[in-house]
């Protein structure tokens, strides 16, 4: 099955319903949204792309990114969306890795591309070349799929700091879409998903529910989370579905606090992607009243693993509700969740370990990387690299990510990636990368260095050392220079002495 399917079904049960969305401004219907996906289906096919192609879409939030994807999937291929926010180099590496035939961008990020001389083709999407697609004639229908063909490629880093293409088929998005109705919320015609976070990841895939039921899809007319323009098209649109990161929620009650709003107009506020404060979601609670979700997904599993509803993240009535409160909620419908130990055998409930995952929402494997996935998928289960425990009602709470990732607002940051372009620096001998706690972004990312031989600290030539080579998002916030980096008898960095370091310095 292609899951392209339901947008095709939406737009013959309701071609005249409003569609999409720029700002308040109408760009098409459903009838013209399925035409314009099949159009643009139609203009790869005449440039050489086949089913099961990689096609990729580095570009900001915009309608053409919607229409983009659905004419992927129209001709059969699979998208490989990256990350806006993403270095040109760090795109290309992706493109190549993909083997992507075609990347489709936005404004303002396809000299970035060609620069790093992307081995591909690469159209931006408000050129005369791709605009020529919506004169030209549509596919005649969906190309076929069966459930475990490639739909979406997510790329996402590891501990070798090397990124790992996630291999998600229709039958994954299919299962996480219908998990979402059972298990998160329900969605009808007249609502509508506003895309504040990026298209590229859990945004986007959220897409296809509303798709499926034909409700409206926004994109704000800055391209940007910004706390205001949400408030307002939520109160003119109503019945406002928004994916967010906890800093992001933070960030609308602060907000809406100062401009003395209750968020009118917004029904439903999924969080996700990074760790959320009890007391940060009973401020938002309090602000906005019961329009909360959570939910607990990788991309080796996208958006499906354990879901929080809004009862739960407004309940204060239950004995154990903190408790509850602080989880990530119970396995979703087409999940099975268990806590493993060093050799994956299930521990008892309340013993904490390793959070394993098994069911048809978990990928098949990493693309190309068949040393990677076997040491994910062992008999059967997801080994998430997330530690926590289940409690007798079957709420998992997450102790500790054991991979050292840092999520800044909503964003995750692989240390070691960061630590290889700093020791390729000739003022640095070693280098050693932590997350400190943020008040507003969840976590900084911050380096301890060792200098090398008469060299000297200068932050200014580091960050422009980091900014040639990563993502603005993942240059380091603060350089502290250490003698020597504290090692065990095995010479592995110490990180937790490093955060304990960290933690002494915030002390009065």
């Known amino acids: 099955m292609n899951t392209a399917h339901w947008l095709e079904r939406s737009a013959g049960k309701t071609p005249e319903a409003p569609a999409i969305f720029l700002g308040d401004t109408l760009v098409a219907d459903y009838?013209?949204?399925?035409?314009?996906?099949?159009?643009?289906?139609?203009?790869?096919?005449?440039?050489?792309?086949?089913?099961?192609?990689?096609?990729?879409?580095?570009?900001?939030?915009?309608?053409?990114?919607?229409?983009?994807?659905?004419?992927?999937?129209?001709?059969?291929?699979?998208?490989v969306p990256i990350n806006a926010k993403l270095h040109g180099c760090e795109a290309a590496w992706i493109v190549g890795d993909a083997g992507v035939k075609l990347t489709l961008t936005s404004a303002g990020l396809t000299e970035a591309l060609q620069a790093a001389q992307a081995p591909c083709d690469v159209v931006e999407m408000q050129s005369g070349a791709y605009r020529a697609a919506f004169e030209g004639p549509a596919i005649a229908a969906v190309t076929p799929q069966n459930p475990g063909d490639l739909a979406w490629l997510f790329y996402t880093s590891g501990t070798t700091g090397k990124p790992k293409g996630v291999m998600i088929t229709h039958r994954m998005l299919s299962i996480m879409t219908l998990a979402y109705l059972a298990d998160v919320?329900?969605?009808?015609?007249?609502?509508?998903?506003?895309?504040?976070?990026?298209?590229?990841?859990?945004?986007?895939?959220?897409?296809?529910v509303h798709v499926m039921m034909g409700a409206r899809h926004i994109c704000p007319g800055s391209g940007q989370f910004e706390p205001g323009e949400i408030f307002d098209l939520a109160r003119w649109a109503g019945r406002v579905h928004l994916f967010a990161a906890p800093t992001m929620v933070k960030r609308l009650t602060v907000a809406g606090k100062a401009a003395g709003t209750r968020g009118e107009g917004l029904r439903t506020i999924v969080y996700a992607g990074g760790p959320m404060y009890n007391a940060d979601i009973i401020e938002a609670v309090d602000q906005f009243g019961p329009i909360f979700a959570q939910i607990y997904g990788q991309g080796e599993c996208p958006m499906a693993i354990t879901a929080l509803s809004r009862l739960d993240v407004a309940d204060r009535s239950h004995p154990r509700w903190r408790l509850r409160l602080g989880s990530v909620g119970r396995a979703q419908a087409g999940s099975v969740v268990q806590i493993g130990d060093a050799e994956g055998n299930v521990l008892p409930v309340g013993e904490a370990g390793e959070i394993m995952v098994r069911g048809d929402a978990v990928m098949p494997g990493y693309w190309r990387n068949e040393a990677a996935t076997a040491k994910t998928l062992v008999n059967g289960w997801?080994?998430?690299?997330?530690?926590?425990?289940?409690?007798?009602?079957?709420?998992?709470?997450?102790?500790?990510?054991?991979?050292?990732?840092?999520?800044?607002?909503?964003?995750?940051?692989?240390?070691?990636?960061?630590?290889?372009?700093?020791?390729?620096h000739p003022s640095l001998q070693e280098v050693s990368v932590v997350g400190r706690e943020n008040a507003e972004w969840g976590e900084d990312v911050v380096a301890f260095v060792v200098l090398a031989d008469?060299?000297?600290?200068?932050?200014?030539?580091?960050?422009?050392?980091?900014?040639?080579?990563?993502?603005?998002?993942?240059?380091?916030?603060?350089?502290?220079?250490?003698?020597?980096?504290?090692?065990?008898?095995?010479?592995?960095v110490l990180k937790t002495e490093l955060r304990e370091r960290l933690m002494d310095m915030r002390e009065p």
Not at 463 to 487: S, V
């Open 185 to 208: 919320d329900a969605v009808t015609a007249d609502h509508a998903t506003l895309y504040a976070a990026p298209m590229s990841h859990a945004a986007g895939l959220y897409m296809l």
């Open 31 to 79: 009838a013209a949204f399925h035409r314009k996906a099949g159009q643009v289906a139609a203009w790869l096919s005449a440039r050489g792309i086949q089913p099961g192609d990689r096609v990729a879409v580095f570009a900001k939030n915009a309608p053409d990114y919607l229409i983009a994807l659905y004419g992927i999937w129209y001709a059969g291929a699979a998208a």
């Open 382 to 424: 997801l080994m998430t690299g997330d530690v926590g425990h289940l409690d007798e009602d079957g709420y998992l709470t997450l102790q500790d990510r054991s991979k050292d990732m840092i999520i800044s607002g909503g964003s995750n940051i692989y240390p070691r990636e960061v630590e290889e372009v700093l020791v390729q």
């Open 454 to 492: 008469g060299a000297e600290l200068h932050p200014d030539d580091l960050e422009a050392h980091c900014l040639e080579h990563i993502a603005r998002f993942k240059r380091p916030k603060a350089y502290y220079a250490l003698p020597e980096l504290p090692k065990n008898n095995y010479g592995k």
